[in-house]
């Protein structure tokens, strides 16, 4: 496993080793680890933890080749760094691996891009992709988790100010739900037409990054991508500007442009702040994800974590009883263990839902209903 290690984590953890696994783990961003969690790991009979939080890029791979040297069965993955390792450094393992699971977007497209290409050699659950996790852990979580872990590192207030959301994804149309009912007036910038309709009729203000540069007090990053917020942006930006990233890799905001333009840097706890020409720029959690890299990221509430874990538990055992008859590729979350998901936690709220009638049923199903 290579995720994020906290307390969320710990449980799924604790969930397989129940399920009779032994586990292997490691983190899933430097930043990310909370080194009690990965410590108290480590007393659990049958795993292994080698995360630590604040890693060089050395330990980090370090740490994944430990965990591979375990010549995993499965591998479950935030960001698809196990199996671009495996693939491309470590193929001795792919004989013995039966399966695994993604849990990010960003990493669902990689693995995309490997499959499109025909280099995907074993089949992996496409878990971030599900209705499961896509309408409740990327819009209520990063939503919620993100603006909070704003708040508590800048103490800055959300209303009235400008905030710019870079993609309006499920993550980001999430950001703009809960950053709207705090008060902001939001900022999306967007590549694809439909969602930028989509932002537009949702009541925000859409417009291209060049524009919103000049206008936005608090910039959050969520596309997945490389570059989107750069040099040219940043020589527009107003004099204490706040720029974060919802993304998992820390390749949306140009911190080294930054590095090589600033006067001077000055570091606090999870901010550094840039000077270029006497105008403040501060950079939350090093450009990383914002959610669980500054000192106080908690990540996502485990109201929402429950469901996500969930569906990565059950998907490793669906893995463990059909990888061996799937070829290499991507697959959807099978559908029943979506709506297992849903039930189980509809009945652990209490709440109970209509059944469809053998009259409806058959209603939905007759192509031939008269006039």
């Not at 999306?188 to 524009?211: K, N, Q």
């Not at 442009?257 to 840039?274: Q, S, Y």
């Not at 893995?319 to 959807?332: Q, S, T």
Request: net charge negative; with cysteine.
């Amino acid at each position: 496993m290579a995720l994020h290690v906290e307390a969320k984590t710990a449980n799924l953890v604790s969930t397989l080793t129940a399920g009779g696994a032994e586990v292997h783990i490691t983190g899933c961003n430097p930043l990310s680890t909370q080194d009690d969690v990965a410590e108290a790991l480590n007393d659990v009979r049958n795993v292994h933890c080698y995360a630590k939080r604040g890693c060089t890029v050395e330990e980090y791979y370090a740490a994944i080749n430990l965990v591979l040297d375990a010549k995993p069965d499965i591998t479950i993955d935030d960001g698809m760094d196990l199996i671009h390792y495996i693939h491309t450094k470590r193929r001795d393992l792919l004989k013995n691996v039966i399966g695994g699971c993604e849990e990010t977007t960003t990493g669902i497209h990689r693995l995309r891009s490997m499959a499109a290409e025909g280099k995907l050699e074993f089949p992996v659950i496409a878990v971030n992709d599900t209705p499961m996790k896509r309408f409740f852990d990327n819009v209520h979580g990063t939503g919620e988790s993100a603006l909070t872990s704003i708040m508590i590192t800048t103490n800055t207030l959300i209303a009235g100010k400008y905030i710019v959301i870079a993609g309006y994804g499920y993550c980001g149309r999430g950001l703009a739900k809960k950053a709207h009912g705090l008060g902001a007036k939001i900022i999306i910038t967007e590549i694809d037409p439909r969602r930028a309709l989509e932002a537009h009729m949702d009541g925000y203000h859409v417009m291209t990054m060049d524009e919103a540069a000049c206008l936005g007090d608090i910039f959050i990053t969520t596309t997945g991508n490389v570059a989107v917020i750069t040099g040219k942006h940043f020589k527009n930006l107003k004099d204490g500007v706040i720029l974060s990233n919802a993304g998992h890799f820390n390749v949306e905001i140009d911190i080294e442009w930054l590095h090589k333009h600033a006067d001077k840097v000055v570091r606090r706890e999870g901010i550094e702040t840039f000077f270029l020409h006497r105008k403040a720029v501060h950079v939350l959690a090093e450009g990383r994800l914002v959610n669980l890299a500054t000192p106080k990221g908690m990540g996502h509430p485990i109201e929402v974590m429950d469901l996500s874990f969930a569906l990565q538990a059950l998907c490793t055992r669906y893995i463990v009883g059909n990888g061996r008859n799937l070829k290499g590729g991507v697959y959807d979350v099978p559908d029943e263990i979506d709506e297992q998901v849903a039930n189980l936690k509809l009945g652990s709220l209490g709440l109970s839902i209509d059944e469809m009638t053998p009259e409806q049923k058959k209603y939905l199903c007759s192509w031939d209903i008269g006039t």
